[in-house]
């Protein structure tokens, strides 16, 4: 299957500051990609859609200045948390679909902890 | 938003067939169902997926119901590795093309 790789897996960071977490698409190009959170024993709650290009696209209720998403390559879409706080400490997952494919491929998700 | 309903957990024998039901009866025509798996602390994983007709691959069978409202997943021999939790999905154009999550299946595979 195709390849979306996810980095950093986690890190820690202070409060206040903010944190950059990447998502490439390794051995296909992909105009969309997507960004859930998920907290402990809950679901993945899907964040937004990122389109290469242009403004991504935010799920009711996600603050798009807090999680500002850059998608400017058909191989990386990149995800800010802005001005951390405790309260954003989550594992957060990118995926992909690869064109003239029907399924979504994950990364393998950061866990960020937010001191 | 998620359109499925599925039991919080289950536990199957080691190499006996996992059955997982998933309720969707407000699907439409065009909506397709899929399924992933998350080990903990791990990027979701796809299983299978299908449209009307039952699917069968190397990881599990997909059975569907003629009305469409409900299917199952069967892992037809299953192992202590498959102990995760497994999400049933409607996708179509109703959710724009999205996969949103459900609360999914823990399922235990048990020694």
């Known amino acids: 299957g195709a390849v979306v790789s996810q980095h950093p897996s986690w890190v820690i960071c202070k409060s206040g500051t903010s944190v950059k977490i990447e998502c490439r698409s390794l051995?296909?190009?992909?105009?969309?990609m997507f960004w859930y959170r998920q907290f402990p024993k809950q679901s993945l709650m899907l964040m937004a859609t990122s389109n290469e290009g242009s403004k991504a696209t935010y799920e009711q209720g996600v603050e798009k200045d807090k999680f500002l998403i850059n998608h400017a390559s058909l191989t990386l879409s990149t995800l800010t948390v802005t001005s951390a706080h405790p309260e954003d400490s989550s594992f957060y997952i990118c995926s992909a679909m690869p064109p003239e494919n029907e399924k979504l491929f994950f990364g393998s998700g950061t866990q960020l902890s937010v001191l | 938003d998620a359109k499925t309903t599925q039991p919080p957990s289950m536990d199957c024998a080691e190499g006996r067939a996992a059955n997982l039901p998933c309720n969707h009866s407000t699907i439409s025509g065009n909506e397709y169902v899929y399924w992933y798996r998350q080990i903990h602390s791990q990027g979701p994983q796809y299983i299978i997926h299908g449209l009307k007709n039952n699917e069968t691959n190397e990881m599990a069978s997909l059975i569907i119901t003629e009305d469409r409202k409900s299917s199952t997943l069967i892992l037809p021999h299953a192992t202590l590795r498959d102990t995760a939790v497994y999400y049933c999905i409607v996708r179509g154009s109703n959710t724009g093309n999205q996969f949103y999550f459900g609360t999914g299946t823990s399922l235990t595979v048990i020694p």
């Open positions: 051995d296909f190009q992909a105009t969309t």
